[in-house]
């Protein structure tokens, strides 16, 4: 497979699961993000790993909890959510140290909390 | 700092008629900048980018756009609109080398709408 993938690519959990989101990228990128979008808002910044370290965490609340175990891999851990955090969860990679920082993206998962 | 301004959350064209979609930034740096588009239920695709080369940019799908540093802008064109065109387009901008972790700062987008 090439580029960004993301799977799954519909979830559906209630407030009390504990699922997982998982992002593998096939570009040789040593940067990963998380974003949420959600409807009628912009594009929100979650997370930033950097060389498998964490660089950004944008005010996101403890019930994400991000993890990088090598640079092609992320993941996003998921327990005791809102109705609110409700939207697509993209991911991408990008080429860290570079000038033009292109970010190149997943499908996304869209996750629906019950 | 760095922010982006999309002038219309909503375009809709006819066929065959040309595309507007504008867009205007502020940056403290030499910025890099970015049209992104979004078909429904997809992630997000790029279309083309600005890194102070040459201002007119040509991306894929018959997509170009104009940095206009004076202006602050950098407005994406289309000469002759497609169905496959109605997407959610998102202006992207990135402060450049004195950001070298990656971090893009997205308009709201502009949903464009093409009839037959």
């Known amino acids: 497979e090439t580029g960004v993938t993301q799977t799954p690519r519909h979830l559906v959990m209630g407030m009390t699961n504990k699922k997982s989101l998982k992002c593998e990228q096939h570009?040789?990128?040593?940067?990963m993000y998380w974003y949420k979008q959600s409807a009628k808002k912009p594009l929100e910044l979650m997370f930033v790993?950097?060389?498998?370290?964490?660089?950004e965490n944008n005010s996101v609340p403890s019930r994400f909890s991000p993890e990088c175990p090598n640079s092609s891999h992320l993941f996003l851990h998921l327990h005791t959510l809102q109705p609110e955090d409700s939207a697509l969860y993209l991911c991408?990679?990008?080429?860290?140290?570079?000038?033009?920082?292109?970010?190149?993206f997943g499908p996304g998962t869209r996750l629906t909390v019950l | 700092a760095q922010s982006v301004t999309q002038l219309d959350s909503h375009v809709s064209v006819s066929e065959g008629t040309p595309v507007l979609l504008r867009c205007n930034y502020s940056s403290s740096y030499s910025p890099s900048l970015f049209w992104y588009v979004q078909h429904p239920n997809k992630g997000l695709q790029l279309l083309l980018k600005y890194t102070s080369a040459a201002t007119l940019v040509k991306g894929i799908n018959g997509f170009e756009a104009e940095f206009k540093k004076s202006e602050t802008s950098f407005h994406l064109t289309k000469p002759s609109a497609h169905m496959s065109d109605a997407a959610e387009y998102f202006c992207v901008v990135s402060g450049g080398a004195q950001d070298s972790w990656g971090k893009l700062q997205f308009g709201a987008g502009t949903q464009v709408v093409v009839t037959p």
């Open positions: 570009l040789g990128h040593n940067a």
């Open positions: 790993y950097n060389f498998k370290e964490q660089t």
């Open positions: 991408a990679s990008s080429q860290s140290g570079t000038t033009n920082n292109e970010q190149f």
